[in-house]
């Protein structure tokens, strides 16, 4: 479970995020929507240990994200939207020491990698330095690694960029058979048919604050529109609060 | 969750593992620059061990033997005035180096994610940082320690504690700087620029101001025993009992002293005092370690999200007097070349790493050009006349070779960087032709300016012949033109398009042929220009009467020289720029 509880986190006289309260319940997937510069990235930093909160408190499994990082990292599996891999280590070598790095045994270890290696399909270059990899092929690593050690929590920041659309149904499936198991899966997008796709519940970023938070149909109801596609909606509901900001310099 | 052993261990293997896997590569796919970069490491290396050991041999043969006082004093000036020096600046470069693997790296960010100490990171990191900044401080301490030894006649004990010491020393100053680097971002973010400033200049300043001291001595007392005393007193402070560098050249001297004649405690003997200077070293090494982790453990995760969430002001972009002043001097070119030109100038412009390195080597040689009569032997004899012609032909040398490195660094990589944005270019009706003659106009009359005022001022400052003067700009100008002929060519013809940082780039093949390329046509261009105008000189002023130094075979060599240089400074600059624009054209971009 993903608790925020009024969350605010500052770029010097600019609030990135501005009171965040929400719960984000284990078998829920949970698609956070925004335009570039609303805060959604601070969010997930702050989620995954990068940012302290300013101020209030994100809990992850009940274990503060600020003062017990370890213990929340544990917890979590992150893909991030530039995917880091180390250039000079073979994908399988970068799996095997993110494994060793949550403390999986040698055997579960072996089990694990290869039971990723041959979810994500990355048998025919896994062997390979990660330096020779395409943008779809690290990203399918970067997924595997997030999923090695079966984390309670997933955040994944754009997770739909750069992939062909075998990737994308893969990904698909593995977010959503990941909240059907009980996991908490956190989703930062701009793909919104996706989001609509896939999400149980949504929330709206729009200049640091949640301007929207529940499930597709709540927002149909609260812009009373029948069947509207959420792009519309979406669009709408950000419109009527004003044009966005340009994207701040924040990263 | 992992102990603090095991992730220690995984820490290791990550780095034997990436290690390993780039010295693979580097062996099968790179062994020219390997082999390259190694013969000219150890031929380096050899040229500072001789010149080490010549200038110890001096102080030998004109201040004392091994044992004498102003021998002892001297050498112990050297020592502790060289560590100390280094001690300061390995305090500065681990700091930043620290400060870039921690606050601007991708590998941290990643790991911040997983569940790791945070002073693992710091440690793992501080490794890094102390490996970069120190490896020329091992190039430079082996060869004079070695040297020193058998000057010195040293027992082989002194060979055994080199090592030894010389890594626990580079620990200690490694840690005071990452401990300053995690605490000023840690509580003084916003600040962090100006504290550094501030800092960097007080030392330069400092150190600016000592040399002055030393050499504004009037020409007839320097070097006299009353400077060398004045001296002494003036950096006295180096040989502070606190500073590690103290230790460090107090534990070289007296492992290198012979064993006592007379009976000594144990404790007085030099071999003992050494063995207790290397526990001192070793004990304030591991102190810093602990003191780095304790600070790390406490601070690097609130100091990284502080630096992430500082406040910063885009820059604005807009036209200063200086792209005025830019565009007027591109006027004579035609238009698409003028655009050219203005961009690259404006990326230079707003790239401080580049041109702060131009200026601060430039600086620095300008500052050694207005000083250096200062040591030139005084008359007018033939001897002198030598001298000075001599010190202005390697001035050149210098200047170009120096020029050559940032040709390759900054020059070599601006074609491969630009296959990346091609497209930009590509959809503008200009031919590739044009591009590559914008590029190479762009180095050539970008280092001109610098480099020619560079020489323009070791010679007027040196009081050289104005036949010297004019042949020194004509062989600065065809350096400049087939350095940048060169470097543009080569970059052209062997682009790499998927590496996006130009030092690596620089580091290829391709820069290492450049680089090798640039300093043989120095070479060449200097001793076409500088021998025979060297030897017309020395002829003049010494009368002699040798054939071969006749006045009219002089100006045959001379002209001959000039011509010569020309021809191969033409074959330099066109055939590399005529076969970087043949691939240039041939090239498919992405």
Not at chain 1, 12 to 41: R, Y
Not at chain 2, 147 to 165: F, R
Not at chain 2, 549 to 566: D, K, M, Q
Request: glycine letters at 8%; aromatic letters at 10%.
């Amino acid at each position: 479970m993903i608790e925020f509880e009024a969350v605010s986190r500052s770029y010097g006289s600019t609030e990135a995020v501005k009171q965040l309260d929400l719960i984000v319940q284990p078998g829920e997937l949970f698609a956070l929507l925004g335009h570039n510069g609303a805060g959604k990235t601070t969010t997930i930093k702050m989620l995954v240990g990068l940012l302290r909160p300013g101020r209030g408190s994100i809990a992850i499994d009940g274990f503060d994200v600020a003062r017990t990082p370890r213990e929340a990292a544990q917890r979590v599996g992150y893909v991030p939207d530039e995917p880091h891999l180390y250039d000079k280590l073979s994908g399988r070598e970068f799996l095997s020491f993110v494994a060793n790095m949550h403390g999986l045994r040698a055997g579960t270890a072996d089990a694990a990698l290869a039971a990723q290696i041959e979810r994500f399909g990355l048998g025919s270059f896994v062997d390979q330095l990660t330096e020779s990899y395409s943008h779809g092929m690290k990203q399918r690593t970067v997924f595997a690694a997030a999923m090695l050690h079966d984390p309670r929590v997933l955040v994944v920041d754009e997770p739909l960029v750069g992939l062909d659309p075998h990737s994308i149904r893969l990904v698909k499936d593995l977010l959503k058979a990941h909240s059907q198991r009980g996991a908490t899966v956190f989703m930062s997008t701009h793909t919104l048919t996706a989001a609509e796709e896939l999400a149980d519940r949504i929330g709206v970023m729009h200049r640091g604050e949640l301007i929207f938070l529940g499930t597709l149909e709540e927002l149909r109801e609260q812009r009373h529109v029948v069947g509207g596609s959420l792009e519309s909606l979406y669009l709408s509901l950000v419109d009527e609060r004003g044009k966005p900001t340009p994207e701040s310099p924040s990263p | 969750m992992l102990g603090a052993a095991d992730e220690a261990r995984l820490m290791r293997r990550l780095r034997y593992q990436t290690v390993r896997a780039q010295l693979k590569q580097v062996l099968t796919t790179a062994r020219l620059r390997t082999g390259l970069v190694i013969l000219l490491s150890v031929l380096f290396w050899i040229a500072l061990f001789a010149m080490f050991y010549f200038g110890l041999e001096f102080l030998v043969k004109h201040v004392g033997p091994v044992g004498d006082q102003y021998h002892a004093q001297t050498i112990e000036f050297i020592f502790h005035l060289f560590f100390a020096s280094l001690n300061v600046m390995l305090i500065f470069s681990a700091g930043i180096i620290l400060y870039s693997g921690l606050f601007a790296s991708e590998e941290t960010r990643f790991l911040l994610t997983q569940p790791l100490r945070p002073e693992r990171i710091v440690q793992h990191k501080l490794q890094e940082a102390t490996l970069f900044s120190s490896w020329g401080f091992f190039l430079l301490a082996s060869p004079l320690t070695i040297a020193y030894g058998l000057v010195a006649e040293a027992p082989w004990h002194y060979y055994a504690l080199i090592g030894p010491l010389i890594l626990a020393f580079v620990y200690i100053p490694s840690g005071i700087g990452a401990a300053a680097c995690l605490l000023l971002i840690r509580y003084l973010s916003h600040l962090r620029l100006t504290v550094a400033a501030l800092v960097a200049s007080l030392a330069v300043g400092a150190a600016g101001w000592a040399i002055w001291e030393t050499v504004r001595t009037p020409q007839a007392e320097l070097f006299g025993a009353e400077w060398f005393n004045d001296t002494l007193r003036r950096f006295r402070f180096t040989q502070s009992e606190m500073l590690p560098s103290s230790w460090l050249s107090n534990a070289l001297l007296d492992a290198a002293s012979p064993p006592p004649t007379i009976p000594l405690p144990l404790d007085q003997t030099p071999a003992v005092r050494a063995l207790m200077f290397l526990a001192l070293l070793v004990s304030n090494a591991l102190v810093c370690q602990l003191v780095v982790v304790t600070i790390a453990k406490r601070t690097f995760r609130r100091a990284f999200s502080e630096l992430e969430c500082r406040p910063r002001a885009p820059r604005r972009a807009g036209l200063t007097t200086i792209d005025r002043v830019a565009g007027w001097l591109f006027r004579p070119f035609p238009a698409p070349v003028q655009l050219i030109l203005m961009k690259d100038w404006r990326l230079l412009r707003r790239d401080p790493v580049q041109w702060s390195q131009f200026l601060i080597f430039f600086g620095l040689l300008g500052l050694y050009f207005l000083n250096i009569n200062r040591f030139s032997a005084p008359g007018s004899n033939l001897n002198h006349t030598a001298w000075i012609n001599t010190v202005s032909f390697l001035n050149l040398g210098v200047v170009g070779l120096i020029l050559s490195t940032f040709t390759t660094r900054f020059i070599y990589p601006m074609i491969s960087l630009e296959g990346r944005r091609f497209w930009i270019l590509g959809l503008l009706p200009v031919s590739r032709r044009t591009i590559l003659w914008s590029k190479f106009l762009f180095a050539a009359l970008g280092s001109l300016g610098p480099c020619g005022l560079l020489i323009l001022t070791s010679d007027l400052v040196l009081g050289v012949d104005p036949l010297v003067v004019g042949v020194h700009q004509f062989t600065m100008m065809l350096l400049c033109v087939g350095l940048a002929g060169l470097a543009v060519g080569l970059g052209a013809a062997m682009p790499d398009f998927r590496e996006s940082s130009p030092s690596k780039i620089a580091a290829g093949f391709g820069g290492t042929l450049n680089l090798v390329l640039s300093a043989t046509y120095i070479s060449l261009i200097v001793l076409l220009t500088a021998l025979p105008c060297h030897l017309y000189l020395v002829a003049q002023g010494s009368g002699l009467n040798v054939r071969f130094l006749e006045g009219s075979r002089l100006i045959g060599w001379l002209i001959g020289g000039a011509v010569t240089a020309l021809l191969l400074a033409t074959v330099t600059t066109i055939v590399p720029l005529r076969r970087g624009i043949r691939a240039f054209n041939q090239l498919e971009f992405y």
